[in-house]
């Protein structure tokens, strides 16, 4: 247990005023300071590493193109055909849903593709100036839209699920200043999955207000409530692109094939928004009068003249292992829900409790991340994230606050990708033991 | 030769008024559209795309980080430490540039670096937020500044070369908006080299006004007027760093190392420009109150995530090999030169002339690029760009206008990549020959 004076002089000597203000990084930066006088390493459960190796195929089809040289040429900034194919191919078997080649676009990750895509959603259509987040989400994409100035509003799920979600939207939607409506599905950090029932009526409303749905499935497939692993087979994700066709899906190969380093993600389109008329950007921009075509020419071309060629083909090949089924990329991911299981019960039996508890009726899908509180005794409520963190913190526990993950709930967010030996477990245990005793 | 009513015909199927204000996508369909009425392959001499074979030591130090299995993990955002460490010996050895490891960060190509230095530099202090072009330069700088929203200004350097810069510098850099000075050295699509008197006008009119030199070095030691190829030995290509403080390089592996489908670029910072205070950075985004680590953290990170892993031991790689005289990127490059060499040639038989032609008192170096001039027999004077492409294409030329390269002056650019047989240069001359008898 690390004293009080201890944690407050840590804090000070990294100019943190408040632990449950700190980014991921400082955390982990106060938790590197503190283990010296922990004496031993801290329990690390605020990284979203993946742990699992990378998907052999990716690399032996990225190594076999280095073979060929294919560094020395620039790649099509619009996708090279095999990869767009490729990928056609796996939303139609893990998505249930038909887009042709041309509608899928490599990008240097999600995170380029969410940068890339909030210009272009923002700029398409006069006086469509906003974003709207269904938080809580990831805390990039609202820095993304800080730093590019561009309006965004968002609200907290928690109470707003099922049909409470359609008044909540249309709040925010008849103003007509919303573009998009973005949001992850499962999410990080509580896991939560929209139900096919609240897909429904984002999609419906996205139609009625006009808006653009973009949805982040980085862990497509990750809901193990049911099984999602077989290509070309009932039962799919559901997702928004059921029911309306002004959608776009980003899937990233980070977390689906553990291939996090090679930065690759395909950005889908629905054809019809594809094919888009936008004479806004063909005035601003000279180029062309459609959206994918200023989405990839203007904006994916001037970020970083397009994705890496190598990687192109690692991307294609484990997408192709996967619809032909050579690997099953849920079933390499049920580790991480093993972890959770096993993790919650850990903090169960201290007392905490899932704050995102439920999708509709059902209880979450255990996952990469899940959400935690917990009865502080003091005063019967739950125990305010300061509160929760700094205890948790001088028992040898990292985490992040809910606060800083757009969610306005009290408790930390969970990642179980640094939990793999049973000592972890123990160490877990033995250290929420403490921190119950901590007055 | 195609007939007049042809070449209309085709510009009219493509949607374009003047080939003169067509980007060199729409010019390379309107070639391609036209082939079939000229009956053979068009003369390509508007693609700049690097014909040589990527460098083997990035190619194998990539395989082998292939091998193990580096894509499952995120590399670091500010680089990984390998890589740093070569970046800053590359810039002793061949710039005789010292700056730390730190200083040294990876992007997804010099794309990536100028579209997040033009946000930093634009948002970094209050009332400074204008980019200062020294033109031509590549189009894209302007695309970039034009979607992120970003206030620019520019000037044709063939007016102002030497002491006349100092003025016209001045002149825009009075009104204290300036926040950076921006230019390519050498430049696409002139190969106009900055000299060395005009580099410390520069750096001193920066150090005057406050205002940071971001100088692009994608072209480093391809002035072959002088040999640069020498690690750690003189002379070095001159630039601005040597005279300020306030800078910032962009070398890319694209073009040195013939690594383009790599997208890999190193943005260096000047030891000082890292450790700026920020307040107004720490303000807005909270994370910390350098402009290094505000570049990295907040704007390359939600750019991207970092750079792809196995990328950087490529790099590195590559770096390292040249530093220690394992190979010599610029003898490889000179390929380049000769070919520009012999294509003037071919051009000035016909009488056309450099529009681009001196550094100082010296003959510009041949290099990937140069742009070429004609004297319109019916005015004396310069033949206007409209006029003059639309003639070339319908003698089976392609090429693109100065007036899309943001120079003022009437011509066009030439890049030397295509040519390499000799048959090139002989179908060249014919169909120059051709070129001079329309009426």
Chains 1, 2 share one sequence.
């Not at 949805?215 to 999602?228: N, P, V």
């Not at 993600?265 to 601003?284: D, G, N, W, Y």
């Not at 905490?352 to 999708?359: A, E, G, I, M, P």
Request: charged share 25%; net charge neutral; proline share 5%.
């Amino acid at each position: 247990m690390i004293p009080e004076s201890d944690y407050t002089r840590v804090l000070r000597e990294h100019g943190i005023d408040k632990i449950s203000q700190a980014n991921i990084r400082q955390c982990v930066a106060v938790s590197k300071a503190m283990e010296p006088v922990l004496g031993e390493p801290f329990v690390h459960l605020e990284f979203g590493v993946p742990g699992l190796p990378a998907c052999q195929y990716g690399i032996e089809a990225e190594k076999a193109a280095l073979e060929r040289g294919v560094p020395n040429t620039y790649a099509n900034v619009a996708g090279e055909p095999f990869l767009k194919e490729a990928a056609a191919r796996f939303v139609e078997a893990f998505l249930d849903i038909k887009v042709t080649p041309e509608c899928c676009v490599p990008t240097v990750g999600s995170m380029q593709a969410s940068y890339t895509l909030f210009l272009i959603l923002s700029q398409y259509e006069k006086g469509r100036d906003t974003i709207l987040f269904i938080d809580p989400g990831f805390p990039a994409h609202h820095t993304q839209v800080n730093i590019l100035g561009i309006r965004a509003i968002s609200f907290d799920i928690y109470n707003y699920r099922g049909q409470k979600m359609r008044a909540k939207l249309e709040e925010y939607l008849q103003s007509g200043r919303v573009c998009s409506i973005f949001y992850s599905n499962p999410n990080n950090p509580t896991w939560a999955c929209l139900t096919d029932e609240e897909l429904k009526i984002i999609a419906e409303l996205a139609d009625k207000y006009d808006a653009l749905v973009v949805e982040d499935l980085a862990y497509l497939g990750m809901d193990f409530r049911k099984d999602y692993s077989k290509p070309f087979q009932p039962p799919f994700p559901p997702t928004a692109a059921k029911y309306t066709q002004r959608y776009m899906l980003l899937i990233s190969a980070s977390k689906i094939f553990s291939y996090a380093g090679g930065r690759i993600a395909i950005a889908v389109f629905s054809p019809r928004v594809f094919k888009f008329k936008t004479p806004l950007l063909k005035e601003r921009y000279g180029l062309t009068d459609t959206f994918g075509g200023n989405y990839i020419y203007t904006y994916l071309y001037s970020s970083s003249s397009g994705t890496v060629h190598s990687t192109q083909y690692a991307l294609a090949a484990m997408m192709n292992a996967a619809v032909e089924g050579k690997i099953n990329f849920v079933e390499d991911m049920k580790e991480y829900g093993r972890r959770a299981k096993r993790c919650k019960e850990v903090f169960g039996k201290h007392g905490f409790y899932l704050v995102y508890d439920k999708d509709g009726d059902e209880p979450l899908s255990d996952g990469f991340f899940f959400t935690m509180g917990y009865i502080d005794p003091e005063t019967g409520q739950p125990m305010e994230c300061e509160k929760l963190l700094s205890r948790l913190m001088r028992c040898g526990i990292c985490a992040i606050t809910l606060n800083t993950t757009c969610s306005e709930q009290e408790g930390i967010r969970i990642c179980v990708s640094k939990l793999s030996s049973d000592a972890d477990y123990e160490k877990l245990d033995k250290r929420l033991e403490e921190f119950t005793k901590l007055k």
